[in-house]
Structures are given as structure tokens and as C-alpha cells.
């Protein structure tokens, strides 16, 4: 995969669903795709070329990422498709915060 193009292909392909929001005037903002597993869902949101975030959370708590990702639209995209399906090892099924209240993944 070498274009944003293609990865959104990707995504389409693995069964994601976009949704492209505009502003006021028209103009597109952002493009959100989402993708929902048995307990979990994968949502990617990319405001542009060089800037995107993915997430996976748990159904039972949408605010609480269990996986994250942030980059350039490409790399975010990438990270999404390698993403293991869940559930199980190596998917990551559990969030956690560190002392700064930073989310990050954990599996259990």
C-alpha cells in the first residue's frame, strides 16, 4: 500500500463503512470510517492527509481505547490493518491508563 487511496480501498475491502462530514459551507472536514467485531469496534477518522487517529474500543465502553493511533494518514491506516482481529492474543482486549492518563492497550 503506497497511497491513502489504496489503504481506504483496504478498508473497504475488510468491511469498514464511511461516512465523509462537511463544514457549513460544503467543504469535507473529515472522513470517518467504522468497523464492529463481537464486543469491540474499530473507528478511523482522517481530517487530511497528514492527519489521522484510529481506536479500538470495547462496546460496553466506547470512550475507553483498548488500541490507538495517531500519524499521518497513511501510517494510521496501516497500523489499522495490521491490527489483530479481536478477540484474543494478540488482539488487545483490555485499556489502561498511566500516571499521566494516557491510554494505551493491554491484553488479558
Known amino acids: 500500500m503506497t497511497t491513502v487511496e489504496e ?3 483496504a478498508l473497504i475491502a475488510r468491511g469498514f463503512r464511511f461516512q465523509h462530514i462537511a ?4 467543504e469535507l472536514t473529515i472522513i470517518v470510517g467504522t468497523y464492529g467485531w463481537p464486543r ?3 473507528r478511523i477518522e482522517i481530517h487530511g492527509e497528514h ?3 484510529a481506536a479500538r474500543t470495547r462496546a460496553d465502553s466506547a470512550e475507553e481505547a ?5 500519524g499521518d494518514a497513511l501510517s494510521v ?3 489499522l490493518l495490521e491490527l ?3 478477540p484474543g492474543p494478540p488482539a488487545p482486549e ?3 491508563a498511566d500516571s499521566s492518563g494516557h491510554t494505551g492497550s493491554g491484553k488479558r
Open 40 to 42: 469491540f469496534s474499530d
Open 23 to 26: 463544514d457549513r459551507h460544503g
Open 66 to 70: 483498548v488500541w490507538s493511533h495517531d
Open 77 to 79: 491506516i496501516a497500523a
Open 51 to 53: 492527519e489521522a487517529s
Open 94 to 96: 483490555w485499556s489502561f
Open 7 to 9: 489503504g481506504l480501498h
Open 84 to 86: 489483530p482481529p479481536p
